[in-house]
């Protein structure tokens, strides 16, 4: 039987898988490893500076970490902790995308204002495309076929052709778009509007916004609401929205696109991480330094895990 932790305390029987969660920490330029069965940190790993994306190899071996200071991506061997590449990423990388075919990383390049397409093979650039001012959010549709790119600073969604390599369409959103998901069918591409507080989803077909999703948490100013990573969970029916300031993530029925319930976390909640068996997901609080547990069937926090200094990105591996 699997357990969470609260302060070195068993409170509750876990259904969820063995995982290994893996922090990014901006201010500490650390990742945190956590035992997600035991709630422990079993390792702690120095990187490079203000690190930001963190995602998982298609083969499981290595970590992949945004260093946006140093202007690389740090790709770590995750059984030493160890940092075997670093990758010609562009200037700032901020948030990136690992190909459908675990083949390419595409980064999003703040400074360079810029898409740079990584091939993992050669460790060298594939292609670069420009984007709107301050890229961030990046993900590929399901078929493969495009690339989106967020623009904090247009307020648009770039649409970006991978046969032709080049950017072909622009779909305005609310201000300061920060991360974007497509649905497992890839008929609709869901955004976060940071300033705008909402989440945008868009019509792939159409490429157009279809409907935006509003959030009024009881107790806490609009202004606090600032919504920035996304996931869902891998039936594809619960969307898991992390809040920002307002110290909440949303957990939103995917077909009806209602907010089910609000969760209070740690402080300035920047991503979210969904366990394998979709019954958990883990939020990176970035003001408190901590990563919330939360139950997604209850709807409530279970486990609180101390981490590095300003967690920013978390992502959940077997």
């Given at each position: 039987?699997?357990?969470?932790?609260?302060?070195?305390?068993?409170?509750?029987?876990?259904?969820?898988?063995?995982?290994?969660?893996?922090?990014?920490?901006?201010?500490?330029?650390?990742?945190?490893?956590?035992?997600?069965?035991?709630?422990?940190v079993t390792a702690t790993w120095d990187v490079g500076g203000r690190p930001r994306g963190i995602t998982l190899s298609k083969d499981g071996r290595y970590i992949f970490l945004c260093a946006s200071l140093d202007h690389a991506?740090?790709?770590?061997?995750?059984?030493?902790?160890?940092?075997?590449?670093?990758?010609?990423?562009?200037?700032?990388?901020?948030?990136?995308?690992?190909?459908?075919?675990?083949?390419?990383?595409?980064?999003?390049?703040?400074?360079?204002?810029?898409?740079?397409?990584?091939?993992?093979?050669?460790?060298?650039?594939?292609?670069?495309?420009?984007?709107?001012?301050?890229?961030?959010?990046?993900?590929?549709?399901?078929?493969?076929?495009?690339?989106?790119?967020?623009?904090?600073?247009?307020?648009?969604?770039?649409?970006?052709?991978?046969?032709?390599?080049?950017?072909?369409?622009?779909?305005?959103?609310?201000?300061?778009?920060?991360?974007?998901?497509?649905?497992?069918?890839?008929?609709?591409?869901?955004?976060?509007?940071?300033?705008?507080?909402?989440?945008?989803?868009?019509?792939?077909?159409?490429?157009?916004?279809?409907?935006?999703?509003?959030?009024?948490?009881?107790?806490?100013?609009?202004?606090?609401?600032?919504?920035?990573?996304?996931?869902?969970?891998?039936?594809?029916?619960?969307?898991?929205?992390?809040?920002?300031?307002?110290?909440?993530?949303?957990?939103?029925?995917?077909?009806?696109?209602?907010?089910?319930?609000?969760?209070?976390?740690?402080?300035?909640?920047?991503?979210?991480?969904?366990?394998?068996?979709?019954t958990h997901a883990y939020s990176a609080n970035g003001l408190s330094d901590n990563v919330s547990v939360i139950d997604l069937a209850n709807a409530k926090v279970v486990g609180t895990i101390p981490v590095g200094a300003a967690?920013?990105?978390?992502?959940?591996?077997?």
């Open positions: 039987m699997k357990y969470l932790w609260i302060a070195g305390l068993a409170l509750l029987p876990s259904l969820a898988h063995a995982e290994t969660l893996y922090v990014s920490n901006e201010r500490g330029n650390s990742v945190s490893v956590i035992d997600a069965t035991t709630g422990k991506v740090q790709m770590i061997d995750r059984a030493t902790g160890k940092v075997v590449a670093e990758l010609p990423s562009g200037q700032d990388p901020e948030q990136f995308f690992l190909s459908r075919d675990g083949a390419m990383l595409f980064v999003a390049n703040e400074d360079d204002a810029a898409l740079t397409a990584i091939d993992l093979a050669n460790k060298s650039v594939a292609f670069q495309v420009d984007t709107g001012g301050e890229p961030e959010g990046v993900a590929q549709s399901p078929d493969s076929k495009w690339i989106v790119v967020t623009s904090e600073e247009d307020n648009v969604v770039n649409w970006i052709d991978v046969a032709k390599r080049e950017m072909v369409e622009e779909t305005p959103v609310d201000l300061r778009p920060r991360h974007v998901e497509f649905t497992a069918d890839g008929s609709a591409l869901w955004v976060a509007a940071e300033v705008g507080g909402t989440v945008q989803i868009i019509d792939t077909a159409t490429r157009k916004v279809s409907e935006t999703l509003h959030f009024a948490i009881p107790g806490v100013a609009e202004h606090r609401i600032l919504p920035c990573g996304i996931r869902f969970t891998p039936d594809g029916k619960t969307a898991v929205i992390a809040l920002g300031r307002a110290d909440h993530v949303a957990i939103v029925d995917v077909a009806t696109r209602k907010v089910r319930a609000y969760v209070p976390v740690g402080k300035r909640v920047w991503h979210v991480a969904i366990s394998a068996d979709g967690p920013w990105g978390i992502v959940a591996a077997p």
